[in-house]
T-cell receptor, first 113, second 115 residues
Framework: EDQVTQSPEALRLQEGESSSLNCSYT??????LFWYRQDPGKGPEFLFT???AGEEKEKERLKATLTKKESFLHITAPKPEDSATYLC??????????????FGKGMKLTVNP | DTGVSQNPRHKITKRGQNVTFRCDPI?????LYWYRQTLGQGPEFLTY????????KSRLLSDRFSAERPKGSFSTLEIQRTEQGDSAMYLC?????????????FGEGSRLTVL
């Protein structure tokens, strides 16, 4: 069964203190790995898609990387507005195709001013 | 772009009652998805429509759950004979492209509380 595990479950940073979030996955075949951001009471908001090991994507203070077993979301010099829950999800290669994303539990990031 | 709209935003019901949620996707999006999210968990896939066709259903979608998208525009998710375990946030998402791009646009969700 496809699985996504995120660590740590929660992280508190001071403004400007860089860190990384980990997403490890187990799938029969990876079609894509996705990062979303979710604010309290809101639906997830798309950040990145990664398709193959070695790929990297950047957006403002966020940089996502992918290996064959895990992905990292690096946050450089975070600001309080980066506080949110970050979700990792995978789409597996399935015979006949599947539009299902399998999400991890998420990682709650709090950035203190 | 008005975004994905979901109604009602909150629903409190008694066990055994039926509830229906509505989702209005972004107008040009032909793909529509339903997910369920409980506290402290990530979203779980329920079902997927392309236009009016329901092409994929999760095993989570028991026979008490039914989803429709009659004209390929808005969608409804009905839960019959609700149980306390159905309490969750029901998220709708839409997309113009295949999920492999990852760019789903989620609504703010409909929160269900079953007493």
């Amino acid at each position: 069964e496809d699985q996504v595990t995120q660590s740590p479950e929660a992280l508190r940073l001071q403004e400007g203190e860089s860190s990384s979030l980990n997403c490890s996955y187990t799938v029969s075949g990876l079609r894509g790995l996705f990062w979303y951001r979710q604010d309290p009471g809101k639906g997830p908001e798309f950040l990145f898609t990664l398709y193959s090991a070695g790929e990297e994507k950047e957006k403002e203070r966020l940089k996502a990387t992918l290996t064959k077993k895990e992905s990292f979301l690096h946050i450089t010099a975070p600001k309080p507005e980066d506080s949110a829950t970050y979700l990792c999800a995978v789409q597996a290669v399935v015979a006949g195709g599947s539009e299902k994303l399998v999400f991890g539990k998420g990682m709650k990031l709090t950035v203190n001013p | 772009d008005t975004g994905v709209s979901q109604n009602p935003r909150h629903k409190i019901t008694k066990r055994g009652q039926n509830v229906t949620f509505r989702c209005d996707p972004i107008s040009e999006h032909n793909r529509l998805y339903w997910y369920r999210q409980t506290l402290g968990q990530g979203p779980e896939f329920l079902t997927y429509f392309q236009n009016e066709a329901q092409l994929e259903k999760s095993r989570l979608l028991s026979d008490r759950f039914s989803a429709e998208r009659p004209k390929g525009s808005f969608s409804t998710l009905e839960i019959q004979r609700t149980e306390q375990g159905d309490s969750a946030m029901y998220l709708c998402a839409s997309s113009r492209q295949q999920i492999s791009t990852g760019e789903l646009f989620f609504g703010e969700g409909s929160r269900l509380t079953v007493l």
